[in-house]
């Protein structure tokens, strides 16, 4: 007499309905996280290329015993676009002439909770205003 063997081969609907469950989770949880990261990798390049500019407005502060009018930077045979810098005015950006010896110049950031955005408003003397994203440098 001989009986045959059956093997089940495969899952059960509950074993798949939880591994499914778990995978859910676990997207829920990282995806968030995920998005955010681009956000802050633009923002960071935001500042960087604002912090490299300011430094060629202190080259330029150091040649010319001022700093630039709004114009200089926008002409294209400008001394930041011609090679005298070596700089492009970063994408964005607003830059404000106060004085011969002071500016501003800010990019709006997408990550809101950055804690440089206060921290650069208040060493330029910004109010600080909670619906207003933008990172600062200056020379004051």
């Known amino acids: 007499m001989s009986s045959k063997r059956t093997i089940d081969v495969g899952f059960t609907l509950i074993e798949l309905l939880v ?5 859910a989770v676990l997207t829920a949880i990282l995806l968030p996280n995920l998005v955010g990261i681009r956000g802050r990798a633009a923002d960071a390049r935001k500042k960087a290329d ?6 060629a407005l202190r080259l330029y502060y150091n040649d010319n015993q001022k700093y630039p009018e709004e114009a200089d930077l926008d002409e294209a045979t400008g001394p930041f676009q011609n090679g005298t810098y070596s700089i492009s005015v970063p994408e964005d950006s607003e830059y404000v002439r106060l ?11 997408t990550n809101e909770a950055d804690p ?25």
Do not use: H
């Open 99 to 109: 004085s011969d010896d002071a500016y501003n110049m800010y990019v709006t950031l």
């Open 50 to 55: 604002l912090k490299e500019f300011q430094s």
């Open 116 to 140: 440089d955005i206060n921290e650069s408003k208040t060493k330029c003397g910004i109010s600080l205003d909670p619906d207003n994203f933008d990172y600062y440098v200056c020379a004051r």
């Open 19 to 23: 591994v499914i469950s778990i995978i």
